[in-house]
């Protein structure tokens, strides 16, 4: 199976997952909003997890509650990061965000309760062993909260008003905890299950983070709106500091590639089983959205 085939069967089965877990929640306008924010997207920490499964021998059908997991906390940052109070954005994914289609206080609350759900399907019947889905739970605490998204996040937000740009150092330090936390998690969600050393997947996902990062910002220079399914040109105009500014365009590219060639080599071990996730590095700084 290809990249780009098995990519479309994860994008399935975790919408179907998720689905099927707030089927029973009702109707009010929080699980609507839920509902609505958790739709759509590429799932590529949703992929990561299940081909980081696959990979040490754990099937899809117990590794796809912890692909749902990731989604559904991805979801709700990206709530929260999309409010007036944080990046004030009103399209995501081409389109209105949560905010926008109800109120604030809806958006807030659909936030919480997806970041609720991420840690209620960490703890579901999985077929793998109970001190493997603790692992994952602390895991998954760890890489959302102070010492990781949230960090990221509140350093982000520091240096809209800091009276000097960022340097490079301080940019990675920022993205290693918006962007690259989860995408951590989510790559060592695989031998974490199968109890197996995570450190080859760990370094694998420390460049793909990075790399991620700087590919959004170059897609904020350079993507199309239409494409990519939210605004652009934003860091710029906030006079933001990101790799972009600081090395360039070109050297903004030169450096993505360089952290894809890191996150290739960090899977020779596994070979041709690998594969997918090296496409998978390939396509972060390929994509266009």
Known sequence: MTFSERLAVVQQIVQQQLDRRMSDMGDEPVMQAMRYAATGGKRLRAFLVMEGAALHGIPDHHSVDAAA?????????????????????????????????????????????LQALAFDL???PSGVPH???????????????????????????????????????????LQRGKTGALINWAATAGPVMALADPTPMRRYATALGLAF???????????????????????????????????????????????????????DGYGNAAANLIAAARFVIARDK
């Open 131 to 173: 001190n493997a889905q603790l692992a994952l739970v602390a895991g998954m605490a760890h890489a959302a909260g102070a010492m990781g998204m949230v960090l990221g996040q509140a350093l982000d937000i520091a240096a809209e008003t800091a009276l000097t740009p960022l340097t490079l150092a301080e940019i990675e330090r």
């Open 213 to 267: 990062q700087i590919a959004d910002d170059i897609l904020d220079v350079t993507g199309d709106e239409a494409r990519t399914g939210k605004r652009v040109g934003k860091d710029a105009g906030a006079g933001k500091a990101t790799f972009v500014s600081l090395l360039g365009l070109e050297g903004a590219r030169a450096r993505a590639a360089a952290l894809v060639a890191e996150a290739e080599a960090a899977l």
């Open 69 to 113: 997991a990731i989604e559904a906390m991805h979801a709700y940052s990206l709530v929260h990061d999309d409010l007036p109070c944080m990046d004030n954005d009103d399209v995501r994914r081409g389109q209105p965000t949560v905010h926008v289609k109800w109120n604030e206080a809806t958006a807030v609350l659909a936030g919480d309760a």
């Open 122 to 124: 960490l703890t579901h």
